[in-house]
T-cell receptor
Framework: DGGITQSPKYLFRKEGQNVTLSCEQN?????MYWYRQDPGQGLRLIYY???????QKGDIAEGYSVSREKKESFPLTVTSAQKNPTAFYLC????????????FGEGSRLTVL | KNQVEQSPQSLIILEGKNCTLQ??????????LRWYKQDTGRGPVSLTI?????NTKSNGRYTATLDADTKQSSLHITASQLSDSASYIC????????????FGKGTSLLVTP
């Protein structure tokens, strides 16, 4: 089935460690996004990519990094510079055809111990 | 600044009752408006996409309306079920950019027996 796969579903990290969250899509969509979701808050944009080898910072990019070496993959690295990384992270892919179907992954919950 | 405002922030209803969620937006120019359902700990799932020319669209017990003149949308849930308990998110893309997405903070709905 077409969709977006995020892994891992749950991740625990010690302070000072970098972690990478995986996002893979088989929808052939050009645009991909990473969002952070905290309790009681809306989705906040971390990074987005419109095309391979290109990406732009979102509203809360500090402490995060991404790469887009393949159309299917858009991994997010949460670095030790991110002061409050415990959150629920969502990856999404947007079709630029027609009205543009927007699909989300199932999310990754990161907890810093 | 393009904004999407949802109300109420939270809502509790009895199983079998109807309810209506609101979404007001200031995004311009407008191309489409999307409603998503997000179960706790899961990724958002699309309910409807409404374009400028559509006033009403149904998806089972979910009916979305759009008034592009007043920039308001509503999501009506009929004969609520316990499984309707979730967060409902309104998303309005920016027409010119094709990639910029504006999210409401969501309405948290709890359906009780």
């Amino acid at each position: 089935d077409g969709g977006i796969t995020q892994s891992p579903k749950y991740l625990f990290r010690k302070e000072g460690q970098n972690v990478t969250l995986s996002c893979e899509q088989n929808l052939n969509h050009d645009a991909m996004y990473w969002y952070r979701q905290d309790p009681g808050q809306g989705l906040r944009l971390i990074y987005y990519s419109q095309i391979v080898n290109d990406f732009q910072k979102g509203d809360i990019a500090e402490g995060y990094s991404v790469s887009r070496e393949k159309k299917e993959s858009f991994p997010l690295t949460v670095t030790s510079a991110q002061k409050n990384p415990t959150a629920f992270y969502l990856c999404a892919a947007l079709s630029t055809v027609g009205t543009g179907e927007l699909f989300f992954g199932e999310g990754s919950r990161l907890t810093v111990l | 600044k393009n904004q999407v405002e949802q109300s109420p922030q939270s809502l509790i209803i009895l199983e079998g009752k109807n309810c209506t969620l609101q979404c007001n937006y200031t995004v311009s120019p407008f191309s489409n408006l999307r409603w998503y359902k997000q179960d706790t700990g899961r990724g958002p799932v699309s309910l409807t996409i409404m374009t400028f020319s559509e006033n009403t669209k149904s998806n089972g017990r979910y009916t979305a309306t759009l008034d592009a003149d007043t920039k308001q949308s509503s999501l009506h849930i009929t004969a609520s079920q316990l499984s309707d308990s979730a967060s409902y998110i309104c998303v309005v893309p920016e027409a010119n950019s094709g990639y910029a997405l504006n999210f409401g903070k969501g309405t948290s709905l709890l359906v009780t027996p």
